[in-house]
C-alpha cells in the first residue's frame, strides 16, 4: 500500500515561487508515476505536472517553463518548483501516485497567489 503526503503550500505575491513536496511512503517500488494535480474553487481537478518511474515529464501549457517536477530517491519525494506565480494559480494542489493497481491520493496543500 502506498501513501503520499504534501507540504509547502503557503501564500505568496504573483511572481513569486514556492516549491511543493510529496512525500511517499509504503509500497514505494510499485509507483509508476506520480502526479501534481489542482483545483480551484468551482472548477475541476486539472494535471498540473507528471514524472515518471524513469523520470520523463510532463506539463500542463499553462505551467511549461515555470513550474519544474523532479523526484529524490533518496528521500523519496517528488518536489513541484513553482516559479513566476499567476494568481490564476491559486488552488488546492494534490498530490497522486499511481501503481498498477492503486490510484493514491494525497490531502491537499494551498496555494495562494496574491495580486
Known amino acids: 500500500q502506498v501513501q503520499v503526503v504534501e507540504s509547502g503550500g503557503g501564500l505568496v505575491q504573483a511572481g513569486g515561487s514556492l516549491r511543493l513536496s510529496c512525500a511517499a511512503s509504503g509500497s514505494i517500488f510499485r509507483i509508476n508515476t506520480v502526479g501534481w494535480y489542482r483545483q480551484a474553487p468551482g472548477k475541476q481537478r486539472e494535471l498540473v505536472a507528471t514524472i515518471t518511474s524513469g523520470s520523463n515529464t510532463n506539463y500542463a501549457d499553462s505551467v511549461k517553463g515555470r513550474f519544474t517536477i523532479s523526484r529524490d530517491n533518496a528521500k523519496n519525494t517528488v518536489n513541484l518548483q513553482m516559479n513566476s506565480l499567476k494568481p490564476e494559480d491559486t488552488a488546492v494542489y494534490y498530490c497522486?501516485?499511481?501503481?498498477?493497481?492503486?490510484?493514491?491520493w494525497g490531502q491537499g496543500t494551498q496555494v495562494t497567489v496574491s495580486s
Open positions: 497522486n501516485a499511481r501503481t498498477v493497481v492503486a490510484n493514491v
